[in-house]
């Protein structure tokens, strides 16, 4: 059964630093997403991706972030200057159609 | 906005017995709901989802839930748990933008 795919599994980084985040979403799919899920809070929306552009972002979604789909098969979740509230695991996402999306296994994030 | 309440945090089941998880959401519209489950580690896993129709909707793992357009509930039920249902569980609510909000989840527990 396909699936999303997402790497690295864990990352830990310095306050300041740029990560970036990857995910593959599954092959035949056009609607992507971006989530998070700070320890002990909800999962929360970021950023739905259709089409080579953003459909829809959350308030979280600040200019310290931008997605990308680089090549046909990778979508990147970057931070640019990453703050310490910045630490939470992020959930890539993709839809076929836009109703039901299927999530990958998540990135840990830790800014230190 | 959409919102959803899953009023339990933690719930703990005898391998073999009956589970019901709830659900409310607000949502002004006709929504989307859906069900997923995470394993520790894993990632989120759609167990099911009701767009329209027959309220009673079946999903995978035995899992089914109901649709209460009345009390605004999406409920969770599995007739028989098994030891490897100990997960966490979400409950989300879709609006027209598709992105989703998610409640704060319920841990479950399976003890022998």
Known sequence: EPEVTQTPSHQVTQMGQEVILRCVPISNHLYFYWYRQILGQKVEFLVSFYNNEISEKSEIFDDQFSVERPDGSNFTLKIRSTKLEDSAMYFCASSESPETQYFGPGTRLLVL | ?112
């Open chain 2, 1 to 112: 906005a959409q919102s959803v309440t899953q009023p339990d945090i933690h719930i703990t089941v005898s391998e073999g017995a009956s589970l019901e998880l709830r659900c409310n959401y607000s949502y002004g519209a006709t929504p989307y709901l859906f069900w997923y489950v995470q394993s520790p580690g894993q990632g989120l896993q759609l167990l099911l989802k009701y767009f329209s129709g027959d309220t009673l909707v079946q999903g995978i793992k035995g899992f089914e839930a109901e649709f209460k357009r009345s009390q605004s509930s999406f409920n969770l039920r599995k007739p028989s748990v098994h030891w490897s249902d100990a997960a966490e569980y979400f409950c989300a609510v879709g609006a027209r933008d598709y992105k989703l909000s998610f409640g704060a989840g319920t841990t479950v527990t399976v003890r022998a």
